[in-house]
C-alpha cells in the first residue's frame, strides 16, 4: 500500500530564504506526483504535476523534482515570501485513474 | 468562469441526523472526485466519478456513507446516519481527462 511521508510538518522562515519541503513514498511504480498549495479555509490549487518520466518542473519561483528510484520528490521554493505561507501537500497517483494518495503536508509559514 | 461549487460551507448537525453535501464540478469536466480531510489521516479519497459513473468507491468508510452523480453537473455525498467520527473537511474536485485535479472550497462537516 503507497504511503507518502511529508517532512517536516512544520516550517518557519525569515522572508527572502530559499527553502526545500521533501516528500517520500513507499512505492516507486507512481504515475505521476502532484505537489498542492492549501490555504487555511480553502480547497488546495495545484502548483506543479511531475509524470513519471519526468525528472523535474518549474513554475516561476517554484521548482519541483522527481527521484523516483529513491521514492522522494522535493519542491523548492527561492526567494520566499509572507505570501507562500500556506500548507504544501504532495501527492501520488500510482495509475491513469488519478486517483492520488496525499501526503500530510508541511505547514509553511514565512515571516516579514 | 466558476470553479468547483460546493455547498454548504460549514453544517452542524447532531449524532445520528442525515446529511447532505453538494458539488457541482466545472463544466465540462468529466471526472468528479470526493475527499475526505481530518488531522489524523489527512486528505484522502471516499470515491470518484467518471462520467456520472462511480469507478472507485473504495474509500468510502462506511454504508452509512452513499454518494451519487445524477447528472454532469451535480453531485451528493449524504450520511446516513452522521456520527462525531464523521467530523471533517470533505472537498470536491473535478478533471477533465487529465491527471490535474481542481477543488472545492470544501463543506467543514460539525458532528455533535
Known amino acids: 500500500k503507497q504511503e507518502v511521508t511529508q517532512i517536516p510538518a512544520a516550517l518557519s522562515v525569515p522572508e527572502g530564504e530559499n527553502l526545500v519541503l521533501n516528500c517520500s513514498f513507499t512505492?516507486?511504480?507512481?504515475?505521476?506526483l502532484q505537489w498542492f498549495r492549501q490555504d487555511p479555509g480553502k480547497g488546495l490549487t495545484s502548483l506543479l504535476l511531475?509524470?513519471?518520466?519526468?525528472r523535474e518542473q518549474t513554475s516561476g519561483r517554484l521548482n519541483a523534482s522527481l527521484d523516483k528510484s529513491s521514492g522522494r520528490s522535493t519542491l523548492y521554493i527561492a526567494a520566499s515570501q509572507p505570501g507562500d505561507s500556506a500548507t504544501y501537500l504532495c501527492a501520488v497517483s500510482d495509475s491513469g485513474t488519478y486517483k492520488y494518495i496525499f501526503g500530510t503536508g508541511t505547514r509553511l509559514k514565512v515571516l516579514a | 468562469d466558476a470553479g468547483v461549487i460546493q455547498s454548504p460551507r460549514h453544517e452542524v448537525t447532531e449524532m445520528g441526523q442525515e446529511v447532505t453535501l453538494r458539488c457541482k464540478p466545472i463544466s465540462g469536466h468529466n471526472s468528479l472526485f470526493w475527499y475526505r480531510q481530518t488531522m489524523m489521516r489527512g486528505l484522502e479519497l471516499l470515491i470518484y466519478f467518471n462520467n456520472n459513473v462511480p469507478i472507485d468507491d473504495s474509500g468510502m468508510p462506511e454504508d452509512r456513507f452513499s454518494a451519487k452523480m445524477p447528472n454532469a453537473s451535480f453531485s451528493t455525498l449524504k450520511i446516513q446516519p452522521s456520527e462525531p467520527r464523521d467530523s471533517a473537511v470533505y472537498f470536491c474536485?473535478?478533471?477533465?481527462?487529465?491527471?490535474?485535479?481542481?477543488f472545492g472550497p470544501g463543506t467543514r462537516l460539525t458532528v455533535t
Open positions: 474536485a473535478s478533471s477533465l481527462t487529465g491527471p490535474e485535479q481542481y
Open positions: 511531475i509524470q513519471s518520466s519526468q
Open positions: 512505492d516507486s511504480a507512481i504515475y505521476n
